[in-house]
């Protein structure tokens, strides 16, 4: 037994080096650059604050992703349920004692970033659950504990980002939840019934938003009916979206975002922006390297003997999509706005910290695909 974790490794550092995945890495180092370029826009075609501030945490966290890489998978694992406790005290620390902005309580000042510990929460739900389904049986999986204790766990942070208030990144974090929930492999019926039970009560839930969060919704069926309020960010979006055609203005020559009529431009709405400036083609290529890295980690996955780093990478691999779908979908007005970034492309450092810690988690997998976890 005591063999099984031990974190010791016969490979050499070059022997590690040749595990890396370096398609994965390339992909990600391509999006991280086309953020760049896309912030550079945002700034007015200026090496300015939010240019400056992006390129810096792209580098940094780049760098922390490849360190967290040659960490043992074994170490992720048994940190797992720290992990999670850890990012669930700073979320109750951020409700409490947090920084304002916005009418929204969600950071704790680090000094040197802002933290918004909700969205490390997307990353330490699956690395709990991840664990935590590792440890059960697969025939008692579907037994009451192995379903009421995992949506105690996944309930706590909810409840907290939705009190600060964050609907966006609580729905996010649910999402991620169930992903790995449908994954370990509990019984459909449970997921229809939750279904069911969240329409019928829809209606009861709406009623204890907040005023804008129920503006958006209404802005959502009809733009139109707030054109310089509510409805004016989905309105200005398509208007940038459609205006790029399939090539796109050019490179610092979208119109929406130089003249302003593009709000939060460089972070939900970055998406928007690119868009403009480089049309159908450029928005293509974009989704092109997210679907290569999508199939690289749960091809990872599917290689590894561990059923953690299965489970983790599939569900991570199920939540880069879910983010990706939602970003997209909001600022093309298939969904009401949430406040998803779009993962490495969007300005914030904590979303971006967030990302290359699951990316190091994967390429950890990796390199220690051969490991088996007891």
């Known amino acids: 037994m005591y063999s099984n974790f031990s974190f010791t490794n016969q490979q050499t550092f070059f022997q590690k080096l040749r595990s890396i995945d370096y398609l994965l890495l390339i992909c990600i180092l391509l999006v991280g650059s086309i953020s760049c370029f896309a912030m550079y826009s945002t700034d007015g075609g200026e090496v300015l604050y939010h240019t400056k501030n992006h390129a810096i945490r792209f580098a940094l966290f780049f760098t922390l992703m490849l360190v967290i890489s040659f960490i043992n998978i074994k170490m992720w694992f048994s940190l797992s349920y ?36 909700s969205e490390l929460m997307k990353i330490a739900i699956i690395v709990c659950f991840a664990k935590y389904y590792h440890r059960a049986q697969i025939h008692s999986i579907n ?16 409840f907290l980002v939705i009190t600060q208030p964050d609907l966006g990144t609580s729905i996010l974090i649910a999402l991620s939840g169930i992903m790995v929930l449908w994954l ?14 969240f329409i019928i009560s829809a209606p009861f839930i709406i009623s204890f938003l907040k005023p804008y969060q129920k503006l958006r ?20 979006s398509k208007i940038a979206v459609g205006s790029g055609g399939l090539f796109g203005k050019g490179f610092l020559k979208g119109t929406q975002g ?15 922006l690119y868009s403009e400036e480089f049309g159908f083609l450029g928005s293509l290529l974009l989704l092109i390297l997210y ?82 976890i007891s």
């Open 82 to 117: 720290l992990f999670y406790g850890v990012t669930l005290i700073l979320l109750l620390w951020a409700s409490l004692y947090g920084i304002t902005a916005s009418g929204s309580q969600r950071w704790i000042n680090l000094y040197f970033i802002n933290l918004q510990p």
């Open 258 to 272: 130089y003249l302003e009529f593009l709000p939060e431009k460089h972070t939900d709405f970055i998406f928007t």
């Open 291 to 372: 679907a290569i890295i999508i199939y690289r980690i749960i091809n990872i996955g599917m290689i590894s003997r561990s059923y953690f780093s299965k489970l983790f990478c599939y569900g991570f691999a199920s939540s880069i999509f879910i983010y990706i779908a939602v970003n997209m979908s909001m600022v093309l007005g298939l969904l009401p706005i949430v406040g998803s970034p779009l993962p490495i492309m969007s300005y914030g450092g904590s979303s971006m910290l967030a990302t290359m810690i699951g990316f190091g988690i994967v390429m950890s997998s990796r390199i220690y695909n051969n490991q088996i």
């Open 217 to 236: 919704i209404l802005s959502f069926f009809n733009p139109d009916r707030d054109p310089l309020g509510a409805g004016y960010q989905i309105i200005q």
């Open 184 to 197: 370990a492999g509990i019984n459909i019926k449970y997921f229809v019934i939750a279904s069911i039970t």
């Open 143 to 158: 037994k009451f504990t192995n379903i009421f204790v995992p949506l105690v766990i996944l309930i706590i942070p909810i």
